[in-house]
Nanobody, 121 residues
Framework: QVQLEESGGGMVQAGASLRLSCSASRRAFSTLNMGWFRQAPGKDREFAAFINVNGGSSYYADSVKGRFTVSRDNAKNTMYLEMNSVKPEDAGVYFC??????????????WGQGTQVTVSS
């Protein structure tokens, strides 16, 4: 079992930056692919970013590509999401996810509780 805890959410002005963190409880963090998903009010949860076990490969949703960067520090059991040039449509709850294999329909095994991101215009 893996416990995931997101942090770093809050209110950010449109055009500004925000960094989210995801801490994992498991020592085997370095063996898990990781991802970020998000859910806007009234919408389904959607994929945002993925990073493989050693950080050598990452994938992004078209909506965040070029603005968001996912990274990880296996020594700290932590994954990050650097959000730049934030837009109002980036607002929502951001979920950390772990496990699974990347595909167009990436299905993680573990989920965090989410952290809220609010964008002011």
């Amino acid at each position: 079992q893996v416990q995931l805890e997101e942090s770093g959410g809050g209110m950010v002005q449109a055009g500004a930056s925000l960094r989210l963190s995801c801490s994992a409880s498991r020592r085997a963090f370095s063996t898990l692919n990781m991802g970020w998903f998000r859910q806007a009010p009234g919408k389904d949860r959607e994929f945002a970013a993925f990073i493989n076990v050693n950080g050598g490969s990452s994938y992004y949703a078209d909506s965040v590509k070029g603005r968001f960067t996912v990274s990880r520090d296996n020594a700290k059991n932590t994954m990050y999401l650097e959000m730049n040039s934030v837009k109002p449509e980036d607002a929502g709850v951001y979920f950390c996810a772990a496990g699974g294999i990347y595909s167009r329909t990436y299905q993680p095994l573990y989920w965090g509780q989410g952290t809220q991101v609010t964008v002011s215009s």
